[in-house]
T-cell receptor, first 112, second 114 residues
């Protein structure tokens, strides 16, 4: 089974609205990362949050991490059409290195 | 800094041929990882390499797939006798020694087996 699982699978919003997506995982982690992938392109690293951190901000992005619930959320504020992409969470397990476990992603469509 | 360079971007092979995918990590990065992405799915870990060493190949299929990261030159993911099920996007990532800097991904190689 997948380590990181995103919810919802797809999200459609209008420009200016906020987009929230969640990620749940199963095992102990060293850190959790969020990536963006535009259609047919590579992955862009958005933000990394360590297991001892609870919240992190980067521009219009806000990530939270609740290790007791084994869950994370990614909030994109004031969305733009350019935010249209798939968003993946990936967990970096505490007992291994380099073996990121990706979920299936949340497909976000932002309409003007 | 050119980032992680993968080539070719697109590769078409007939069933039974060999596919060679190349990855040059970011300057200063000594760790290389290969992932495979099937359509509409997330990435699946395949192998983690350092120079001249395979650290973790637990995600590699047992047959036909091999990877190397020589002392000089790019990392190579090699798929022998390709089958249609090998059609996917293959991504390479690299990182420095400290895992807290995250991983930098290349743009991927899209392999199509016809």
């Amino acid at each position: 089974s997948q380590q990181g699982e995103e919810d919802p699978q797809a999200l459609s919003i209008q420009e200016g609205e906020n987009a929230t997506m969640n990620c749940s995982y199963k095992t102990s982690i060293n850190n959790l990362q969020w990536y963006r992938q535009n259609s047919g392109r590579g992955l862009v690293h958005l933000i990394l949050i360590r297991s001892n951190e609870r919240e992190k901000h980067s521009g219009r992005l806000r990530v939270t991490l609740d290790t007791s619930k084994k869950s994370s959320s990614l909030l994109i504020t004031a969305s733009r059409a350019a935010d249209t992409a798939s968003y993946f969470c990936a967990t970096d397990a505490a007992d291994s290195w380099g073996k990121l476990q990706f979920g299936a992603g949340t497909q976000v469509v932002v309409t003007p | 800094n050119a980032g992680v360079m993968q080539n070719p971007r697109h590769l078409v092979r007939r069933r039974g041929q060999e596919a060679r995918l190349r990855c040059s990590p970011m300057k200063g990065h000594s760790h290389v990882y290969w992932y495979r992405q099937l359509p509409e799915e997330g990435l699946k870990f395949m192998v983690y390499l350092q120079k001249e060493n395979i650290i973790d190949e637990s995600g590699m299929p047992k047959e036909r797939f091999s990877a190397e990261f020589p002392k000089e030159g790019p990392s190579i993911l090699r798929i022998q006798q390709v089958v249609r099920g090998d059609s996917a996007a293959y991504f390479c990532a690299s990182s420095p020694r400290d895992r807290y800097y995250g991983y930098t991904f290349g743009s991927g190689t899209r392999l199509t087996v016809v």
